[in-house]
C-alpha cells in the first residue's frame, strides 16, 4: 500500500517561513491534497490539487509537488497557523483508496 | 450553508455493532464521492471507506474490510457506516467527508461522532 511520510513536528518563529513535507514514491504523479487541523476541530482544506487554494485560505499558504517530495509552504507564519497539518493523495494502485500522512504539528515559537 | 452531521456513535462493546449515519444539506449529496475518515484518540487521520456517487464502487481500508460496509440513500441525502465486530482499536472520532471528483480533495467534512468499543 501507498505511504506518506510527514515529520512529525516543525516549528518556526512569527513571520517566518514554514515548509511541511510529504514524501512518497513519485508522489509527484498524484494530486497531493492538504488539510489543517485545529484541537476539537474537523479538518480544512488548506491545498488541493498540489498547488490550488481554496477561497478563503489566506495566499501565505501554497504548495507544490515534484518527484517523491510534495511541500506546504506557509509564510509570514502567524499564530493562528498553529495546528496539525495532512497531506492527502489517493492510491489507484489499491482500487482507489485513500491514504493520509502521519501529520505535522506545526508550532509557533 | 454546507452541513454534514454524523450520528450514531457512542460505548460499544467489542465484538458489538453500531450504524453511523450523516446527514447532508446544502449541496448537491448526489453529485459527492463520499468518505468516512477516522481519528483515534491522539492519533492522525485515516481513511475508513468510500462510496461513489451512484453507490456502483465502494472500497475500504484493509484494517475494516470485511467488518464495515458503506451505503448512502441519495433520495435522503444520507451516508451511512455499519460497522461490525469492532474491536477496541476502531475507537476513534469518525468523519464523513464529500469530494466533488473521483480523485479529488474533501471539500466538506462533519464534525465527527466518537465511537468508543471498550469492555
Known amino acids: 500500500s501507498y505511504v506518506l511520510t510527514q515529520p512529525p513536528s516543525v516549528s518556526v518563529a512569527p513571520g517566518k517561513t514554514a515548509r511541511i513535507t510529504c514524501g512518497g514514491n513519485n508522489i509527484g504523479s498524484k494530486s497531493v491534497h492538504w488539510y489543517q487541523q485545529k484541537p476539537g476541530q474537523a479538518p480544512v482544506l488548506v491545498i488541493y490539487y498540489d498547488s490550488d487554494r481554496p477561497s478563503g485560505i489566506p495566499e501565505r499558504f501554497s504548495g507544490s509537488n515534484s518527484g517523491n517530495t510534495a511541500t506546504l509552504t506557509i509564510s509570514r507564519v502567524e499564530a493562528g497557523d498553529e495546528a496539525d497539518y495532512y497531506c492527502q493523495v489517493w492510491d489507484s494502485s489499491s482500487d482507489h483508496r485513500g491514504v493520509f500522512g502521519g501529520g505535522t504539528k506545526l508550532t509557533v515559537l | 450553508q454546507v452541513q454534514l452531521v454524523e450520528s450514531g456513535g457512542g460505548l460499544v462493546k467489542p465484538g458489538g455493532s453500531l450504524r453511523l449515519s450523516c446527514a447532508a444539506s446544502?449541496?448537491?449529496?448526489?453529485?459527492?464521492?463520499m468518505s468516512w475518515i477516522r481519528q483515534a484518540p491522539g492519533k492522525g487521520l485515516e481513511w475508513v471507506s468510500y462510496?461513489?456517487?451512484?453507490?456502483?464502487?465502494?472500497n475500504y481500508a484493509d484494517s475494516v474490510k470485511g467488518r464495515f460496509t458503506i451505503s448512502r440513500d441519495n433520495a435522503k441525502n444520507s451516508l451511512y457506516l455499519q460497522m461490525n465486530s469492532l474491536r477496541a482499536e476502531d475507537t476513534a472520532v469518525y468523519y464523513c467527508?464529500?469530494?466533488?471528483?473521483?480523485?479529488?480533495?474533501?471539500?466538506?467534512w462533519g464534525q465527527g461522532t466518537l465511537v468508543t468499543v471498550s469492555s
Open positions: 462510496i461513489s456517487s451512484s453507490s456502483s464502487y465502494t
Open positions: 446544502g449541496f448537491t449529496f448526489s453529485d459527492y464521492y
Open positions: 467527508a464529500g469530494s466533488i471528483a473521483v480523485a479529488g480533495n474533501f471539500d466538506y
